[in-house]
């Protein structure tokens, strides 16, 4: 316990195996998401980085963007998907009081994301990591939900991890000066020239998530998944009510969704990461705002995205924001014992049917 902090258990931590990190390079992915570079990742660099942080425990998965690397080549995903998380479980085995990991799925691709449920829960994960959109569907669309079915049946937990902002044309037909036919996606990210896409639309595309999934009917009828939210839930705290009374409002094809309906579901379902910077604004918005209570809050360090240094820094500027604002109980609550509670019914392994 590195001065009077509680070891943490990290939930929001990342890992790069050596065919995954050379699949992103040789596949156009050098710079994800408008970073200026695509990190180094180790086991021992890792858990330096653990002891140096207080960090007792990290659960593991692959960032943006996600194992589904190259629109329309499902047979890829497939492999890369399956090779980071044999991967992970080896690392868990041998490791089992240091590391967990979310299983990543090779979504939009359907049947093999199936498959891989089975394998990985067979494997030991703690759940499953799925980006925020792939390729242009976004999470709450009827393609997924077959996946999420077989998730809710399972009971199992899904990390959410943002991904770059992108729009599905291929049932779309744009009119054009040249008459094009537009590619199968394009991406939706108009400050990308200027900004890095981690920095703001990471933010709203979980937000878009959110009410995605409460409009289009998942959660009541998913309603033993368990949500993680990285970042505090991004952008989403400010537009619960309006989200929520406009689909009482304005007819259509969504769900009304009542705002006492919606808080509830989000105070049994989900939780939220502090990777970031919640301090001090954006803690209060999803408290005060979203009525979020502290037990619902758990770490993450987000390397090695976040270098660590930056792991470092943060870590401090957490550290003097939980003090100022909670009291000792609460901080190991959010440090470690919340992530501890979740883990222990992570739920991905079921009776035989």
């Known amino acids: ?165 992108c729009i599905d044309c291929t049932n779309q037909t744009l009119t054009t000066k040249t008459n094009a036919t537009p590619s199968a996606h394009t991406k939706a990210t108009p400050l990308a020239t200027n900004f890095p896409n981690p920095m703001l639309e990471f933010l709203f595309d979980t937000a878009r998530i959110v009410s995605n999934l409460f409009l289009s009917g998942t959660i009541k009828r998913c309603p033993d998944i368990k949500i993680i939210l990285p970042h505090l839930g991004g952008a989403f705290p400010p537009l619960l009510s309006r989200w929520t009374g406009f689909s009482n409002l304005v007819p259509s094809n969504w769900e009304p969704y009542a705002e006492e309906d919606a808080r509830e579901a989000l105070q049994k379902q989900f939780w939220f990461d502090l990777a970031g910077f919640p301090f001090p604004g954006q803690i209060k918005a999803l408290m005060e705002g979203a009525g979020i209570g502290h037990e619902r809050l758990v770490y993450g360090s987000d390397f090695p995205f976040t270098k660590a240094e930056g792991v470092a820094f943060l870590k401090g500027k957490l550290d003097t924001g939980m003090k100022g604002m909670f009291g000792q109980e609460q901080i190991e609550d959010m440090y470690w014992r919340n992530a501890e509670r979740l883990l222990s019914g992570s739920g991905t392994a079921i009776d035989a049917a």
Not at 18 to 39: K, T, V
Not at 97 to 103: E, I, R, S, T
Not at 133 to 158: C, M, Q, S, W
Request: net charge negative.
């Open 1 to 165: 316990m590195p001065g009077d902090m509680p070891d943490k258990i990290d939930i929001h931590v990342h890992f790069l195996p050596p065919s995954y990190r050379q699949a992103c390079l040789d596949n156009g992915h050098g710079n994800p998401d408008g970073m200026p570079y695509l990190p180094e990742w180790s086991e021992e660099a890792h858990l330096a980085l653990m002891q140096k942080n207080g960090i007792k425990k990290s659960i593991l998965s692959i960032s943006s963007p996600g194992t589904h690397i190259v629109y329309g080549n499902d047979d890829l995903a497939a492999k890369v998907t399956r090779e980071c998380n044999a991967y992970a479980a080896d690392l868990k085995k041998r490791k089992t009081d240091q590391f967990g990991y979310w299983a990543s799925l090779p979504l939009p691709a359907i049947e093999h994301s199936m498959a891989e449920i089975a394998k990985a829960a067979d494997e030991g994960c703690d759940g499953y990591v799925v980006m925020t959109n792939a390729h242009g569907h976004y999470l709450g669309d009827p393609l997924f939900d077959p996946v999420f079915d077989e998730l809710n049946r399972r009971k199992a937990t899904i990390f959410v991890h943002p991904t770059s902002p």
